[in-house]
C-alpha cells in the first residue's frame, strides 16, 4: 500500500499569516495518463470531510483562492496564503492512484 | 438538494450484521463511481470500498474483504453496504462519498461492542 505523511501533525497561525502542509507518498501519484492523484480535504470540527484540493493544484468549486496545492511525484504541499478562523479543522491529504486509495495521518490547524 | 444521506448505523454485538444505506438527491446518481470512508473515534479516514457507475466493478480494503459488500440500486438512487462478521475495529463513523470527495454524508456511527 502507498503510505502518505504528512507533516507537521498539528500547527497553530495567528490569522492572516501563512501556513503550510507537507504530504510525502512513498510511490509516484503520477499516473500513465498524465495525471496526478493528489487530493487534499478539511474536516472542520464536528463535520464530515469537505474536498479542497483535487489532482494536486485544482480548487475544488467553492474553495477561496487562498487555498493552493503543488507538488509533483511523492512531495506535495498545501499552502494557505492568509490563515482565517474558519480554516481550524484537520487536514488530509490521499492518494487515488492505487487501491486502497489511502490518507494522511491528518494535519491539525488552530487558531492563535 | 444535492445530497448523500446515510442510515443504519447502529450497536451491534461482535460478529454481528448491518447493512448501511446512503441515499442519493440533486445529482445523477447512476453516473458516478461511490465509495465508503470510515473514521474511527478520534482516528484519521480510511477508505474502505468503492463500486462503479453501474455495479460492475468493485474494489475493497484488505481488512474488510470477505466480509463486507458494497453494491448500489440506480433505480433506487441509493448505496449499500453490508457489513457482516463486524469486530471491534470496525467501530467508526461510516461516509459514503461520490467519486473521491466531491460529496461527502453527513455520516453514519457503527459501534460493535459486547
Known amino acids: 500500500d502507498i503510505v502518505m505523511t504528512q507533516t507537521p501533525l498539528s500547527l497553530s497561525v495567528t490569522p492572516g499569516q501563512p501556513a503550510s502542509i507537507s504530504c510525502k507518498s512513498t510511490?509516484?501519484?503520477?499516473?500513465?495518463?498524465?495525471?496526478?492523484?493528489l487530493y487534499w480535504y478539511l474536516q472542520k470540527p464536528g463535520q464530515s470531510p469537505q474536498l479542497l484540493i483535487y489532482e494536486v493544484s485544482s480548487r475544488f468549486s467553492g474553495v477561496p483562492d487562498r487555498f493552493s496545492g503543488s507538488g509533483s511525484g511523492t512531495d506535495f504541499t498545501l499552502k494557505i496564503s492568509r490563515v482565517e478562523a474558519d480554516d481550524v479543522g484537520v487536514y488530509y491529504c490521499?492518494?487515488?492512484?492505487?487501491?486502497?486509495?489511502?490518507f494522511g495521518q491528518g494535519t491539525k490547524l488552530e487558531i492563535q | 438538494e444535492v445530497q448523500l444521506l446515510e442510515s443504519g448505523g447502529g450497536l451491534v454485538q461482535p460478529g454481528g450484521s448491518l447493512r448501511l444505506s446512503c441515499a442519493a438527491s440533486g445529482f445523477t446518481f447512476s453516473s458516478h463511481w461511490m465509495h465508503w470512508v470510515r473514521q474511527a473515534p478520534g482516528k484519521g479516514l480510511v477508505w474502505v470500498s468503492r463500486?462503479?457507475?453501474?455495479?460492475?466493478?468493485?474494489s475493497y480494503v484488505d481488512s474488510v474483504k470477505g466480509r463486507f459488500s458494497i453494491s448500489r440500486d440506480n433505480a433506487k438512487n441509493t448505496l449499500y453496504l453490508q457489513m457482516n462478521g463486524l469486530r471491534g475495529e470496525d467501530t467508526a463513523v461510516y461516509y459514503c462519498?461520490?467519486?473521491?470527495?466531491?460529496?461527502w454524508g453527513q455520516g453514519t456511527m457503527v459501534i460493535v461492542s459486547s
Open positions: 463500486i462503479n457507475s453501474d455495479g460492475s466493478s468493485i
Open positions: 490521499m492518494q487515488g492512484i492505487n487501491l486502497p486509495y489511502t
Open positions: 510511490h509516484s501519484l503520477l499516473h500513465s495518463n498524465g495525471q496526478t492523484y
Open positions: 462519498i461520490r467519486e473521491l470527495g466531491t460529496l
